[in-house]
């Protein structure tokens, strides 16, 4: 019993060295960026109390074409090329387009947002229709080069 003892201290005590000698090469061969044990956000490395939510600065941004903000370290869709305006324009003549001159569209609530599509900044453009006892509507994308992505409708 007592050689089985010693036999665990002496390899506990050979992994506790090898990993003291490890981890003293990778410290030496990395600089210091931060006093031990204080995280912030900034410092190249992501830590547990930090994500792509409030450091995208050292943990990035998870959605493909997102940009990391440098004042506030999160991140955030930048806007597409074409205005809301255009965009507005553009999908409210696919709608006469679909509906035809039986729908008035200028009654319509829009509602214009920017998304990332295929890692591309987009104008995402939905319509409300109130009409009680229902609310319609439907969403699209309008991309930057004037095309209008096909209509989700729902009833």
Not at 30 to 52: A, H, I, R
Not at 56 to 70: L, M, R, Y
């Amino acid at each position: 019993m007592v050689l089985i003892i010693s036999a665990v201290f002496i390899l506990t005590l050979a992994l506790l060295i090898m990993y003291t000698a490890v981890s003293k090469d990778s410290e030496e061969a990395q600089p210091k960026t931060q006093v031990p044990g204080e995280e912030f956000c900034g410092n190249s490395v992501c830590e547990l109390t930090e994500s792509w939510k409030n450091c995208c600065t050292d943990c990035g941004c998870i959605i493909t074409g997102q940009k990391c903000s440098e004042e506030s370290h999160r991140c955030y869709t930048p806007d597409a090329k074409i205005s809301d305006d255009k965009a507005e324009t553009l999908f409210k003549k696919t709608l006469e387009e679909q509906y035809g001159s039986k729908t008035d569209i200028n009654a319509f609530d829009y509602h214009i947002t920017s998304v990332i599509v295929d890692g591309k900044p987009t104008k995402k453009v939905c319509y409300y229709e109130f009409r009680k006892p229902y609310i319609k509507g439907g969403c699209s994308y309008v991309f930057d080069d004037g095309t209008v992505g096909e209509m989700a409708v729902f009833t």
